[in-house]
């Protein structure tokens, strides 16, 4: 076991809770992040692992591009095919039966909206539901007539 030297040391108190939440995201203690920076603070090469630091974020947000590209790519193509499908389906109206469509429209809107609100608040997503309910078919690619009637036998 490698002997420490104790040393009392003041800080800005905005930094400590820096320091404690990068403490605890990294899962170690606030004297080994003290110590980090004061390595990194010390030491000749101190460029080089800077560089080092911004390729590693750099390519993390790379990756979370990728991951906003793909799912924008779901979501428009999501939308295309449900105005295709509606189009497709829905008859145009008469005049006495717009001002009715319209008013139900408003009426469904504000539901849609409400509903929309509630399901971000959780954190949900269509994409983690589609992506778990697509899991859950990999499970049995054949299920059989039970399982996709839901009866039970």
Do not use: C
Not at 25 to 52: F, N, P, T, W
Not at 110 to 116: D, H, N, R, S
Not at 127 to 141: A, G, Q, V
Request: no cysteine.
């Amino acid at each position: 076991m490698t002997t420490r030297t104790r040393l009392n040391l003041y800080f800005d108190p905005a930094l400590m809770p820096q320091i404690e939440s990068l403490a605890l995201r990294r899962k170690v203690s606030k004297s080994a992040i003290v110590e980090a920076a004061v390595m990194s603070y010390l030491s000749g090469d101190s460029a080089d692992r800077l560089e080092a630091a911004m390729s590693r974020r750099l390519d993390k947000l790379g990756r979370q591009i990728d991951t906003l590209d793909l799912d924008l790519a779901v979501l428009g193509e999501t939308v295309a095919q449900f105005i295709h499908f509606w189009m497709t389906l829905t008859p145009p109206l008469s005049g006495t039966a717009q001002s009715a469509a319209r008013a139900k429209g408003a009426e469904r809107f504000e539901g849609f909206m409400q509903t929309l609100g509630k399901r971000l608040a959780t954190g949900d997503s269509f994409l983690k539901e589609l992506s778990r309910d697509l899991d859950s078919l990999d499970d049995d690619p054949f299920p059989d007539e039970s399982e996709i009637n839901g009866s039970q036998d």
